[in-house]
């Protein structure tokens, strides 16, 4: 990673979260796992959560029913009115508790097992292929014409592969994609103030509604369609259930994945000699990608939860209706569960990692994130032996999110 200065002073016992936690947030885990692996923090843009740290507590924390996620049931008062954004897009698995989450994630979880998820490879490879033929196309005709010839490797490669993939799933038009990027980054974005996250949140309610409304009209052999089909076959989904369904899928499959294949080849590119062992050894591909999860974990933290009662964490009593954070990222860079946890290693026995999470929110797409990003990998580095960074990397920035940590450009030289 891309950290090297020691951060500025806590204080733990509120912690004010700098603007420099986007760029350079391992800085703050490591001190908190030491100092107060269980502490209220103050995000960067005001909210207060409790953020857990260590590696035991986290996998612990993941898995516990103390920590609720239905908020819209259980914190907001009776007279509450939902709009669109609050009481549609948001009634998905991530915001469910048993019976509805358990009764949800049965209805999608066929569509991603590993042996479905298997059957998606030569797809996976052929969008792979052409998406590196374009780019490579492209870099050449630059360098014909005299210009700069680098690519920013997310803008050609590392998010067209995921979302595409996922809109093929779905049955949700490719061409979209630019829109559901900058839809998604509004969402995501903890700079984006409130009109922004909540103009993009209406908007994508819109565009699912009329998508449901086409596919009713037109089923086809694609997940939109199987899922009204269950809607529409009994009551196992209501309508909002089902366009808050289609939205988590779109985002939670392609943010992510992007930033895995992004981040990771950055990884790389920092610790040639482990690129190098990659290079030559193509088996290592599946441990690598999971080694680059834990190293690079594309989200820094798991969604939110929280308590109703008080709870105690790793020998801390959270208080009854407090928003809590259980730090992914924190986790796998603890030297407690992995040794030398600082060095990229991609022969590394990195199992046991949570960046996919813990428990019943398990991720559903990480047999998908995981074929995707070793084929990814894979491709980048048998096509483009002498692939190298266009810039230096102490001027790359990262995404003002707090929850997904991912680059804002990857700028490349093919060759
Ligand atoms: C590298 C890529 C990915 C990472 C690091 C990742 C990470 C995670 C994590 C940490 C959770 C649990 C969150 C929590 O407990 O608060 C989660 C849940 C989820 N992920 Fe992923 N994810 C990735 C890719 C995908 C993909 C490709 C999909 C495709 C559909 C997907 C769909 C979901 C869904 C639906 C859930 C909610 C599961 C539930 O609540 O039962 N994810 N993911």
Not at 199 to 222: C, Q
Not at 295 to 319: K, M, Q, S
Request: charged share 20%; hydrophobic share 45%.
């Amino acid at each position: 990673m891309t950290e090297s200065s020691p951060p500025p002073p806590l204080q733990l016992d509120t912690v004010q979260l700098g603007d420099d936690y986007y760029q350079r947030p391992l800085a703050y885990f490591a001190r908190m796992r030491e100092e107060g692996p269980v502490t209220l923090v103050t995000m960067p843009w005001g909210a207060r959560a409790w953020l857990v740290t260590r590696y035991a507590d986290v996998r612990a924390a993941l898995a516990d029913p103390r920590l609720y996620k239905d908020w819209a049931g259980k914190l907001t008062p009776p007279d509450w009115v939902p709009d669109e954004v609050t009481g549609y897009l948001n009634m998905h698995l991530l915001n469910a508790d048993p019976p509805d989450h358990t009764r949800l994630r049965k209805l999608v979880s066929k569509g991603f097992t590993a042996r479905r998820v298997a059957g998606l490879r030569p797809r996976v490879e052929a969008i792979t292929r052409s998406l590196l033929d374009e780019t490579e196309a492209r870099a050449a005709v630059l360098k014909e014409t005299g210009g700069e010839d680098t690519v920013d490797l997310i803008e050609a490669f590392a998010f067209p592969l995921p979302v595409t993939v996922i809109c093929e799933l779905l049955g949700v038009p490719a061409e979209d994609r630019e829109q559901f990027r900058a839809w998604s980054n509004a969402i995501v974005a903890d700079n984006a103030g409130p009109g922004a996250f909540r103009a993009a949140g209406t908007a994508m309610f819109h565009y699912f509604t009329n998508l449901v409304a086409a596919k009713r009209a037109h089923p086809a052999d694609d997940m939109v369609s199987a899922l009204i089909e269950a809607r529409d076959s009994g009551d196992s989904l209501n309508e909002r259930e089902l366009i808050a369904m289609l939205f988590l899928l779109l985002v939670a499959g392609h943010e992510t994945t992007t930033n895995l294949i992004a981040s990771g080849t950055l990884a790389l590119l920092l610790n040639p000699a482990e690129m190098a062992r990659l290079r030559a050894d193509a088996s290592l591909l599946p441990g690598a990608v999971e080694e680059l999860l834990r190293y690079v974990n594309p989200l820094n933290h798991a969604t939110d939860r929280f308590t109703l009662e008080p709870v105690e964490i790793g020998g801390v009593t959270i208080p009854a209706r407090e928003w809590v954070l259980c730090v992914t990222t924190s986790a796998n860079m603890d030297p407690d569960r992995f040794p030398d946890a600082g060095r990229l290693d991609v022969s590394r026995d990195a199992g046991g990692h949570v960046a996919f999470g813990h428990g019943i929110h398990f991720c559903l797409g990480a047999p998908l994130a995981c074929l995707e990003a070793e084929i990814a990998f894979g491709a980048l580095l048998s096509r483009f032996p002498s692939l190298s960074l266009a810039a230096d990397p102490a001027t790359l920035r990262w995404r003002e999110s707090s929850l997904i940590h991912g680059l804002e450009t990857l700028p490349v030289r093919l060759a």
